[in-house]
C-alpha cells in the first residue's frame, strides 16, 4: 500500500485569490491571510492574483473563467455570508458551494471553499484572523497541499 501525502510547499505555483467585495471588511482580511499564508510557503507574490466580484454568487462564474485560462494550479475563493431574516442566506451559501464543488470536480484546477457563512459580525471576525485563526489563510494552505498530493499520486 502506498499512502501519498502533499507537502506545504507552493514554490512555483501560481494561484488566484476570488474574493467577494459584499462584506469586504471581513473578506479583505481574509484575502490578506490568503496571501500571506501562500508568501510564507513559497508561492512568489507576483504570481498571486485577487479577482475582485460583487458577491458570492459571482465566485464560482469568475473563478470558472480563470480556471480555464489554464494560468492557475489554484483558484482560492474568499469571501463572508451572514446569516438574515429571509431564506436568502440558503440560497447564496448552498449556491456558491455547489458551483465551486462542480468547478473542482470538472477541471484539473484546485479550487478551494473560503465562503464564511456565519451568523453574526463577531463569528466573522473571529474567522477573518482573530480567536478562530484566519480561514482564508487555512484554504490557501488546503490549496498547496491538495496540489502537491494530487501531484504526487498521480506522478
Sequence with gaps: MTTFHGHMNGQGLRVALVCSRFNDLIVGRLEAG????LVRHGVDETQ????WVPGALEIPPAAKALAATGRYDAI?????????ATY????????????????ALETDVVVTNGILTV??????LERAGSKAGNKGAD???AAIETI????AATA
Aim: charged letters at 20%.
Design 34 to 37: 490568503a496571501r500571506d499564508a
Design 76 to 84: 482560492v475563493a474568499l469571501g463572508a455570508v451572514m446569516r438574515g
Design 139 to 141: 484554504v490557501a494552505l
Design 119 to 124: 451568523d453574526t459580525m463577531d463569528q466573522a
Design 48 to 51: 498571486i492574483d485577487t479577482v
Design 88 to 103: 436568502h442566506f440558503e440560497v447564496v451559501c448552498n449556491q456558491s458551494a455547489a458551483g465551486l464543488t462542480r468547478l
Design 148 to 151: 502537491n498530493a494530487i501531484r
